[in-house]
């Protein structure tokens, strides 16, 4: 097994309205302040000193919640009325099709923030599950609003994580409108590979916290050419693959997939 770091604790915390019945079943552990969160400078604004960070984020009252793996954070048709930043663990998003089946939309690691699929309406388009045991902090909107009128590093902040969210959506796009599905893949693992590396995790060792099939959903493609796909690079010699647990060999060489 590729070793993975250690999940910090959560916290004391308020219970909030439109969380899921599986986040209310969790009660917090133990204190931690964000001074010692080691996501903080992932998920706060920079440029505020230690002491204004404290005093600011403190006011938001964050709350500390743990999902087991296949539980929700919340469910289209929820209520809007927080964001979500993950701490530790994985998160997919999927909304449910007409025909019944599951559409992959995201896959959410430590840092990321979601739940602003609900900010249009005041209610969630999308189904927010945990892939594993995961550890999530949960910022009232409003409470968040409030922070950005009265810091405008703050603001702006949030302003700039709501911008990555619509350029991660127009990277999706471009991905599904333009690739094909050997570069589809490449890119899939080159994202993660980028994300992890940004996080203090390996960038070449990882466990892929999505199945084959829904990789091939959030990818537009079918199992079948997922799975053909994964074979070929670890037959090119580009990856190794054991299961879920995926090592890159040549990171160049998947970036050379358009021109191979």
């Known amino acids: 097994m590729f070793a993975e770091k250690a999940a910090a604790p959560v916290s004391n915390a308020t219970t909030f309205r439109g969380l ?102 005041s209610r969630h388009v999308s189904d927010a599950i945990a892939l594993d045991n995961t550890e999530i902090c949960v910022v009232p909107y409003e409470r968040l609003e409030t922070l950005s009128q009265q810091a405008r590093e703050v603001q702006r902040h949030l302003h700039r994580m709501f911008a990555n969210e619509i350029v991660r959506e127009q990277r999706m796009m471009l991905l599904l409108g333009s690739m094909n599905a050997e570069e589809r893949v490449s890119a899939f693992l080159l994202n993660l590979s980028e994300r992890l590396t940004a996080r203090g995790y390996s960038p070449s060792h990882f466990v892929l916290r999505l199945t084959r099939e829904e990789i091939g959903s959030l990818l537009g493609m079918k199992l079948e050419t997922v799975s053909r796909i994964f074979s070929k690079f670890q037959k090119a010699g580009l990856i190794e693959v054991d299961g879920k647990q995926v090592r890159i060999v040549s990171i160049n060489g998947l970036r050379g997939i358009p021109n191979r």
């Open 20 to 121: 899921s019945r599986d986040v209310l079943a969790w009660k917090p552990q133990s204190d931690v302040s964000y001074s010692e969160c080691r996501l903080r400078e992932l998920c706060l604004p920079r440029g505020l000193s230690d002491g204004s960070l404290e005093a600011l984020f403190s006011a938001a009252v964050f709350a500390h919640r743990r999902l087991r793996s296949g539980q929700a954070l919340f469910r289209a048709g929820d209520a809007f009325d927080s964001v979500y930043l993950v701490r530790s663990g994985f998160v997919k998003t999927v909304v449910l099709l007409e025909d019944g089946r599951e559409q992959v939309t995201g896959l959410h690691m430590p840092g990321d923030m979601l739940g602003m699929d609900g900010l249009a309406s």
